[in-house]
Nanobody, 127 residues
Framework: QVQLVESGGGLVQAGGSLRLSCTASGRTISTANMGWFRRAPGKEREFVAALSWSGSRTTYADSMKGRFSISRDNAKTTVYLQMNSLKPEDTAVYYC????????????????????WGQGTQVTVSS
């Protein structure tokens, strides 16, 4: 059984940084397409970033480009989301998703595409 666990969230001032981690058990994520999404109070789940199974392609939402970075440590079965220059509007619960056996990267921005999800980690950015 695959389980994803996010960690690294917390309270940070605007302009600060956080690094979120997503650890997988039950299956290696070295061959998984990985994505980060977030949900702010009263809003729909929103795409943040995605990393292809090969590691050759990253995709970011426009508002995150240049501030966020997704990466994977295959040895530790962990995917990271480095978040810099945080803004109050980045406040949300952040979720990681995983999908194996797919190459249609155009779908990676859709939360419905992913097969497994973590429970989320809260990020709060104060002004």
């Amino acid at each position: 059984q695959v389980q994803l666990v996010e960690s690294g969230g917390g309270l940070v001032q605007a302009g600060g940084s956080l690094r979120l981690s997503c650890t997988a058990s039950g299956r290696t994520i070295s061959t998984a397409n990985m994505g980060w999404f977030r949900r702010a109070p009263g809003k729909e789940r929103e795409f943040v970033a995605a990393l292809s199974w090969s590691g050759s392609r990253t995709t970011y939402a426009d508002s995150m480009k240049g501030r966020f970075s997704i990466s994977r440590d295959n040895a530790k079965t962990t995917v990271y989301l480095q978040m810099n220059s945080l803004k109050p509007e980045d406040t949300a619960v952040y979720y990681c998703g995983a999908k194996w056996g797919a190459t249609a990267q155009a779908m990676a921005v859709l939360w419905q595409w992913y097969d497994y999800w973590g429970q989320g980690t809260q990020v709060t950015v104060s002004s």
